[in-house]
């Protein structure tokens, strides 16, 4: 039986005006009753012509497979409202009633191009829910309801060579008819059928307000309000300087204490306590620091977090400028490849995907993981040049306990509200045939949020991830929680802290190489034989692409990188030939790892032990490539490079970088899942539109998710702790007095 006849069955499939009447009907019983409501020829004979030919492909599909399907469909208890309700469709379609029409017209139907893999077939959601169903003799009325029906092939076979690939297909059905009622229909009509079975059934419903939802919707009422009456309150305060100043010279209040990635591990001087920048000879009363409660919420301020972010590009000496740019450009690479990767399933002619793939341009696209180890590189360079300065500065004595806090609260809050939005909210801001009732999250994350916030869900139900991205913020955390162990040795021991790092370096690269050779896992997420098997690529996925073992390599560059750094106060001098060979190496180095798996695609076949080396080796590649870049801007020999990487307008949005990266994919998912027809490989300019899209609007989200979460809880942070952080400060300023007066005598 073809998709039409399955559609066509299902509909005609419910032919009784009472249920009870059918159940007691036999097969002969049934045959009667279809030629008398449906055969008809009077009933046909007045019909416009297209109309006719409508009815006259219904009749081809009454054979004895229908009038099965009917005796069986009886057999799987089908709602008596729901079968009903069927059956007025098929009364009102011979009536010409146009409502009935569109429940038909609404249905999915075979479109061109099902030799190329079209074989999702939506038809018209928007047709099909508008639908209001006002029989003439009848006074019961129904809604159309639409519903996917997924028919997967049995085991040994598939849909146009694609394995695992189901033919999915929407249908309008009466809004009586749950979702077990499109279930036993489409059981019954695929009686006879032995080559598809249904695999999955689905019936699009408004989303309902729950606890969750008011509860999500309460505490961004409160973020909300703090902001609102922050800003209020700093509002109050310019006008109040600017009046006491009697007009002079007006100057933004801009923190002095602004803390960035290069701010120092424990920001010590960062006490929060005075916020007003002096207005020269204004003696305003307003310097004397203000209430606690007043400083809390001036941190909710929605102005005075703009302009940190936004206004505030100048940078102290001796920081990293370039890592601003580099973090932006990885971050925009990122978003290209979520952009094609979360597209994937959404196309009408898969069959050209690898064709697409094994271009060579694209292969910058399809190596888009890189750009995560680029972020794992600046956050091992930063974790440990900062660190050690800290380390110089208090003699080896850090508050570790503190150490860890900070970074948990830098990191969580921020994490956990955008999660909580992600759970509860973002299931009521789309809707569509592809859409989601209950989100996108499983189970509303009920069992998976907490190893979220442990960071912990690389190891913990790693195959129902919330925030299946979030993967990168546990292994990121995992590696600062080690980071000290190695930055100790390498203050104080430096040989024992070299062999510790070259020690974790080499079983890093031994552990990924010897995972992937010995279970014959694929080395890339998209595009070769070996990803097909889904088998394979979940342990890919699972032992090699988010393990922290797999993926420590770049931290640790990053970590060695941050060490040269504070051993040489940034500063080198090289011989320009020993700089272009440094650059030409690097530039290599990193097109062979991008480009080495194109031969892949058109009939090279990788070894198991090819594929081993390529996995041990590439990740730590492409880190040594960057560091050089990193290591050339810093220290002077990058010329226009660095000028680019560093330029000032690129540091507010380098700030926004985190919480881009968490909020991105939701903005990608409620894009494409809300959509009513499927994309097309033609070319690269829609999907490019897109990611530009994607790019304005995630950055433009991030800023609004900064300003009303992440500014607030660092601002509080130093609040909370600015007496701790004074106190950690005055025996570490005696010493140093003490040091300076003995130097002079």
Same mark, same amino acid.
């Given at each position: 039986? %073809? &998709?039409? #006849? @399955? @559609? !066509? *069955?299902m509909l005609l499939l419910a032919t009784s005006v009472h249920s009870q009447d059918i159940r007691g009907m036999r097969e002969i019983q049934a045959r009667q009753w279809l030629a008398t409501h449906l055969h008809s020829p009077e009933t046909l004979k007045d019909l416009p012509l297209n109309y006719e030919d409508v009815f006259d492909a219904f009749s081809s599909m009454l054979n004895g497979k229908l009038l099965k399907i009917l !005796? *069986?469909? !009886? =057999? $799987?208890?089908?709602s008596a409202t729901c079968l009903n309700d069927t059956v007025s469709i098929l009364r009102n379609l011979q009536q010409r009633q146009p409502w009935a029409l569109e429940m038909l017209d609404a249905a999915g139907k075979p479109p061109a191009g099902i030799l190329e893999g079209a074989i999702i077939w939506l038809g018209g959601y928007d047709e099909c829910v508008a639908v209001r169903a006002v029989p003439? %003799?009848?006074?019961? #009325?129904?809604? *159309? /309801?639409y519903c996917t029906l997924t028919l997967a092939p049995l085991a040994n076979e598939s849909f146009q060579g694609l394995p695992g690939i189901g033919l999915i297909e929407g249908i309008c059905v009466p809004s009586t008819c749950s979702t #077990? =009622?499109? /279930? $036993?229909?489409?059981?019954? &009509?695929?009686a006879g059928v032995t080559q598809l079975h249904v695999v999955a059934e689905n019936c699009v419903e408004a989303a309902v307000i729950d606890w969750r939802a008011i509860t999500a919707i309460i505490v961004l009422s409160i973020f909300v309000i703090l902001v609102t009456m922050g800003t209020v309150y700093d509002v109050f305060l310019r006008m109040w300087q600017w009046w006491e100043a009697e007009n002079s010279a007006y100057s933004p209040i801009v923190s002095a204490n602004l803390v960035t990635e290069n701010s120092p591990i424990l920001n010590k001087a960062a006490t929060g306590v005075g916020h007003y920048q002096t207005i020269a000879g204004s003696g305003s009363s307003l310097l004397t620091p203000p209430a606690a409660s007043c400083r809390v919420l001036y941190a909710f301020s929605g102005l005075h977090s703009a302009a940190k972010l936004l206004l505030t590009t100048n940078q102290a000496s001796g920081t990293l400028d370039c890592l601003h740019g580099i973090r932006f450009l990885s971050m925009t690479w990122v978003i290209l490849g979520h952009t094609f990767f979360m597209a994937l399933s959404l196309f009408d002619n898969p069959i050209h995907f690898e064709e697409v793939v094994g271009k060579f341009g694209f292969q910058a696209i399809a190596n888009a993981t890189y750009s995560v180890d680029s972020f794992f590189l600046l956050s091992g360079l930063l974790v440990g040049y900062l660190t050690l300065k800290e380390l110089k500065k208090s003699d080896g004595k850090i508050f570790w306990p503190m150490y860890y806090f900070h970074r948990f609260w830098r990191l969580t809050p921020t994490y956990m509200l955008i999660l909580m939005v992600d759970v509860c909210l973002v299931r009521f801001f789309g809707d569509g045939p592809m859409w989601p009732k209950d989100g996108f999250e499983k189970d $509303?994350?009920?069992? %998976?949020?907490? %190893?979220? @916030?442990?960071y912990i869900n690389n190891f913990v139900h790693t195959d129902v991830q919330c925030m299946g991205w979030s993967w990168y913020l546990a292994n990121d955390m995992q590696f600062f929680v080690i980071s000290p162990i190695i930055l100790f040795l390498l203050f104080r021991y430096h040989k024992a802290g070299i062999v510790l790092l070259l020690s974790l370096l080499a079983a890093s690269c031994l552990s990924a190489g010897l995972t992937t050779s010995l279970k014959d896992l694929p080395v890339n997420l998209v595009g070769n034989e070996q990803v097909k098997a889904q088998a394979k690529f979940d342990v890919f996925f699972d032992w090699v692409y988010i393990k922290p073992w797999s993926r420590i390599q770049p931290y640790l560059i990053g970590i060695a990188l941050g060490y040269i750094f504070y051993r040489t106060n940034c500063k080198c001098q090289l011989n320009k030939l020993v700089v272009l060979g440094c650059w030409v190496v690097a530039a290599a180095l990193a097109l062979s790892i991008l480009y080495a798996f194109y031969p892949a695609y058109h009939g090279s076949v990788w070894s198991s032990a090819l594929n081993g080396f390529y996995s041990s080796v590439s990740r730590t590649g492409w880190s040594l490539s960057l560091a050089w870049v990193i290591f050339a801007c810093v220290t002077g020999h990058a010329g226009f490079v660095n000028t680019l990487l560093s330029w000032s307008a690129l540091i507010p949005l380098s700030r926004l970088t985190y919480c881009a990266y968490l909020i991105h994919p939701i903005i990608m998912e409620c894009f494409y899942m809300s959509r009513r027809q499927l994309l097309h490989w033609h070319n690269h300019l829609e999907i490019t539109m897109f990611f530009l899209a994607f790019l304005v609007m995630s950055y433009m989200a991030a800023f609004v998710a900064s300003v009303v979460f992440e500014s607030p809880f660092i601002a509080l942070e130093k609040i909370i702790f600015a007496k701790q952080m004074a106190a950690q400060t005055k025996p570490h300023e005696q010493s140093q007095n003490r040091a300076t007066r003995s130097v002079e005598a």
């Open positions: 039986m %073809t &998709a039409p #006849q @399955l @559609l !066509v *069955g !005796v *069986g469909a !009886v =057999d $799987y208890n089908v003439p %003799t009848e006074s019961h #009325q129904f809604a *159309g /309801k #077990q =009622d499109v /279930k $036993y229909m489409a059981v019954a &009509a695929l $509303y994350c009920r069992t %998976t949020w907490w %190893t979220n @916030l442990l």
